[in-house]
């Protein structure tokens, strides 16, 4: 799985991060960060979970 | 008959016939999405329902302008940032955005849940209270004083600030307008005022930080202050006021709901973005017609006022399964309570974790509220402040 966010889309709801941060992260303006976009199988659902919960769908996952 | 069953019999709502009861607004919702999802009101301008015309305009600042003309509240300048248009807007959130991401917010945990009891310890021992004054009211507007490094002598002088310029006692349009715009003159010399002493004498808050700022190499100006602190005192008090009212009101009139949250406060945070879903306290948000574009089948033109509103697309099926049904664990909650787009509340983090901690603590220490016998909560129109919540709880032994 791989998981990207569309920086343009993101305004920084910060739900991403807030209920995945295994997968998610902050910048500064609390924006999202995706230090690595290869999901390993134990966090697929946690990356799923940020993307489902992005009101911008700025969040997009590959499978 | 009540007014909804009234208006479902006719299939179309007449113009400027828009009556919402801001108790129970999610039924008009419905049927504005079903029968008008473009509806011309005198009042409230264009409303705009459905979910996917919402997040439309939420998207397209560059249609859907949040400019001075999208809404009159007393401002002689546009309010920073809501009122400036990209691409000059991302310079100011460049500058807000940090102070108010989750990981600045989450240093005021400790004093909000400190505040949180000390208002519940004013009234625990009597085993009722009025919410809205006891509570819902004093713990944001607290929390923005100490933020902002005002005195907290001030608040009633505040209170007064925002209530004139959000809801003038007055349904004149001309007085309407003069108690805001006279209201506005004593908010810019108020801060005005205070910056003066803070350039004097520096201090450790939020207002200094805004003297000694640096935005693409440059101070902001004593107006670009102003700008902010006007918007910072009409956008921080009122919705986290009427939003911790609004989910207090829903729980206290749905105990089965208020008991899950009192067996497992873990839910709380799931709780709180679904009542916000649900409740959707700041029902819409206003914007004006950019340009002229065609919306849903119809023509919007260029000037005309919009209320985007946020509530209905919040319970729109197209957006969110089974809406009807208040779920704390909807595995995917895209609300736009907080609206979208460029202009997202700024605030948005600071509400969510004052609303986390106030349900924590009063689900720890008053579990079994409920709303006294033989009242009922009274809801203003707008914003939906729950200004009379009247709460009986068995007080501690």
């Not at chain 1, 343009?8 to 924006?31: K, M, N, P, Q, T």
């Not at chain 2, 004083?145 to 959000?166: A, M, Q, T, V």
């Not at chain 2, 009409?234 to 009212?245: E, I, K, P, Q």
């Not at chain 2, 006294?372 to 032994?397: C, H, N, Q, W």
């Amino acid at each position: 799985m791989k998981v990207r966010v569309d920086s343009d889309l993101c305004v920084g709801h910060g739900r991403c991060y807030v209920l995945a941060d295994d997968v998610f992260e902050a910048d500064d303006r609390g924006h999202c960060l995706i230090p690595n976009e290869d999901v390993p199988p134990e966090l697929e659902d946690k990356a799923r979970v940020g993307e489902q919960n992005c009101p911008e769908h700025a969040i997009s996952i590959e499978e | 008959m009540s007014e909804v069953e009234s208006v479902s019999e006719t299939p179309e709502m007449p113009t400027g016939q828009f009556d919402l009861d801001p108790a129970k607004p999610q039924a008009i919702y419905d049927m504005l999405r079903e029968h008008s999802p473009i509806l011309r009101t005198e009042l409230g301008g264009t409303m705009i329902a459905r979910h996917e015309d919402v997040e439309f305009a939420l998207r397209h600042a560059e249609l859907f302008s949040s400019d001075m003309d999208a809404i009159s509240i007393g401002n002689v300048r546009p309010l920073i940032p809501l009122q400036i248009n990209p691409p000059e807007h991302v310079k100011y959130r460049r500058l807000l955005d940090p102070l108010f991401a989750p990981k600045q917010v989450a240093l005021l945990e400790n004093d909000v849940r400190k505040l949180s009891n000390q208002l519940i310890d004013d009234f625990i021992d009597t085993g009722e209270c009025e919410f809205n004054s006891a509570f819902a009211i004093p713990l944001p507007c607290t929390v923005f004083l100490r933020l902002l490094g005002l005195p907290l002598e001030d608040l009633d002088l505040f209170l007064k600030f925002k209530d004139n310029i959000i809801r003038p006692e007055t349904r004149e349009p001309t007085e309407y307008e003069r108690i805001q715009a006279e209201t506005g003159q004593e908010i810019y010399a108020y801060f005005d005022k205070v910056l003066d002493e803070r350039e004097q004498q520096p201090r450790d808050d939020m207002l200094t930080g805004f003297l000694e700022a640096d935005v693409d190499g440059n101070r902001l100006s004593r107006e670009d202050i102003l700008d902010i602190c006007y918007l910072f005192l009409l956008a921080g008090l009122d919705t986290v006021t009427a939003s911790v009212g609004c989910m207090v009101s829903y729980l206290a009139q749905h105990p089965e709901q208020r008991q899950r949250l009192v067996d497992d406060p873990s839910q709380i945070p799931g709780a709180v973005e679904e009542l916000l879903r649900w409740e959707t306290p700041v029902p819409g948000v206003p914007r004006v017609v950019a340009e002229d574009v065609d919306l849903c089948g119809e023509h919007l033109e260029a000037g005309e006022r919009i209320t985007v509103l946020l509530g209905s697309a919040n319970i729109d099926e197209r957006g969110f399964p089974q809406p009807d049904n208040v779920d704390f664990e909807r595995p995917a909650n895209r609300h736009l309570a907080f609206g979208g787009g460029v202009h997202r509340c700024l605030g948005s983090h600071l509400a969510r974790l004052e609303l986390r901690v106030a349900l924590e603590q009063l689900h720890e220490r008053i579990p079994d509220y409920s709303i006294k016998p033989g009242e009922e909560p009274k809801y203003t129109m707008g914003i939906r402040a729950v200004d009379y919540l009247p709460l009986v709880f068995t007080p501690p032994s």
